[in-house]
């Protein structure tokens, strides 16, 4: 594994791993720390042990900067089971109720899919680790506890129904969403409308926003790629390298050079990240992180 170094002499950038089943992502970072000799490692948002598929690492610098991956979109296969409803809403929980929906197609599914389509809301299960009162709700719900939770705004850009040869009673679903939708929800949602239950069985994250499950790979064969490559998905301003200088030193950058919403990666004219600006409240720009110079 190729490493650029970081401001404390370790590894920095990012590292796209293709998690495999069984491992919690605490699991691979604490791995990853291992493989890469440094602890300055983080991940960009949770997969459960269940699940496979991308993960992405902050190393270093990239710990700074992994709320933006975690905000980007993120892509997902899965399949749910019709008529069983477990309190996880996965295979991995209890079954609490079973319902006769063998007369469901995988018409009837198509045709109340559109309703989890856009701007919608979802109620969070209790195994996630949204915290209530100062407590992750996974905790509470280990303790025998539910409580109240109330919808959170989320958006499903696409959902496609596909069905399962030889097994009537799964469907195969694929979506693109945004960050915090519960994928989860979504199956036992489905199932609650076509007036039963459902949860889901399989759980494999194909993409979070550009990095693929194309280029992710295992935690010891993937490669480091740089703080700008992980940022791609934003847009870029090259600035020169007296602005880089004066970026470094707190400058603010404005509408004549920043246009459009933001986040802006601010790149020097080697192509090496230097900053990320963004808008806040009020619409002014500001800087997010800044990069020291190795």
């Not at 409308?193 to 399989?202: N, V």
């Not at 459009?260 to 997010?288: F, S, T």
Request: charged fraction near 30%; proline fraction near 4%.
């Amino acid at each position: 594994m190729s490493r650029r170094r970081s401001d404390d002499g370790g590894p920095s950038g990012f590292v796209v791993v293709d998690k495999e089943t069984g491992w919690t992502s605490h699991d691979v970072v604490a791995k990853a720390r291992g493989v890469l000799g440094t602890r300055k490692v983080g991940h960009s948002g949770t997969l459960d042990p269940g699940a496979t598929g991308v993960l992405v690492l902050g190393v270093g610098k990239g710990t700074r900067l992994l709320r933006f991956i975690t905000d980007l979109e993120k892509t997902y296969v899965a399949e749910a089971v019709l008529g069983v409803e477990t309190d996880s809403l996965d295979a991995d929980g209890e079954v609490t109720i079973t319902h006769d929906m063998s007369g469901v197609t995988i018409d009837d599914v198509r045709a109340v899919a559109p309703r989890f389509v856009g701007d919608i809301e979802q109620i969070p299960p209790m195994v996630s680790a949204i915290k209530i009162d100062g407590k992750r709700l996974h905790q509470l719900a280990r303790e025998g506890k539910e409580v109240e939770r109330k919808p959170r705004p989320v958006t499903v850009h696409e959902l496609t129904i596909d069905e399962v040869d030889g097994e009537p009673d799964i469907f195969r679903f694929t979506t693109r969403c945004s960050s915090g939708t519960y994928v989860r929800t979504i199956a036992a949602d489905i199932g609650a409308a076509l007036g039963g239950g459902a949860h889901l069985r399989y759980l494999r994250r194909t993409a979070i926003g550009s990095h693929t499950e194309a280029n992710a790979r295992q935690l010891e064969q993937a490669e480091l790629i740089s703080l700008a490559d992980g940022l791609r998905d934003y847009p870029s301003v090259t600035i020169d390298d007296e602005t880089v200088s004066r970026v470094r030193n707190g400058q603010r950058l404005g509408e004549d050079v920043l246009t459009g919403g933001g986040p802006w990666a601010l790149l020097d004219p080697a192509g090496e990240l230097v900053a990320v600006h963004e808008r806040v409240e009020g619409g002014r720009i500001k800087p997010a992180v800044v990069i020291p110079a190795d």
